[in-house]
């Protein structure tokens, strides 16, 4: 799910804040902790092959962030895609790759427990 900032609803304007709220931005209930995270990905990123291995070949860990800049490419598994770019919020269910079309960086919240074997199997598809 992609949100743009203007597509927030502003929930409170007053001299030197302006709150915006997007609400049932996902759902984290029984995910036990979050970890946050910032990502620096550099165009032509694609998760597709690291992912190999992992059930459906995805990324099964639910994802909220938001884009600082650049530009993301999500695919699901039946293949339907979405794209997210600089002052999007975004929401990533379960089961995605990931192609970065532009230099970016995102910070995420993710469930600590699902993310850190999506990464630990990240970082034993790379091993040199």
């Not at 597709?48 to 695919?75: A, D, K, Y």
């Not at 997210?84 to 975004?90: E, H, M, Y």
């Not at 929401?91 to 850190?116: C, K, L, T």
Request: with cysteine.
């Amino acid at each position: 799910m992609r949100v743009a900032k203007e597509q927030v609803d502003v929930k409170l304007n007053i001299p030197g804040a302006i709150i915006r709220q997007r609400k049932d931005f996902g759902d984290a209930s029984g995910l036990g902790k979050i970890s946050g995270e910032y990502f620096s990905l550099t165009a032509g990123v694609d998760t597709t092959p690291i992912f190999e291995g992992l059930e459906g070949n995805q990324c099964q860990c639910p994802h909220w962030g938001f884009v600082l800049r650049g530009r993301i490419t999500t695919t699901d598994a039946e293949g339907r895609q979405e794209t997210v770019s600089a002052d999007d919020l975004f929401y990533w269910p379960p089961g995605h790759n990931v192609r970065v079309d532009s230099d970016a960086e995102i910070i995420m919240f993710s469930p600590q427990h699902e993310h850190d074997v999506v990464i630990d199997h990240m970082r034993e598809m790379t091993k040199a």
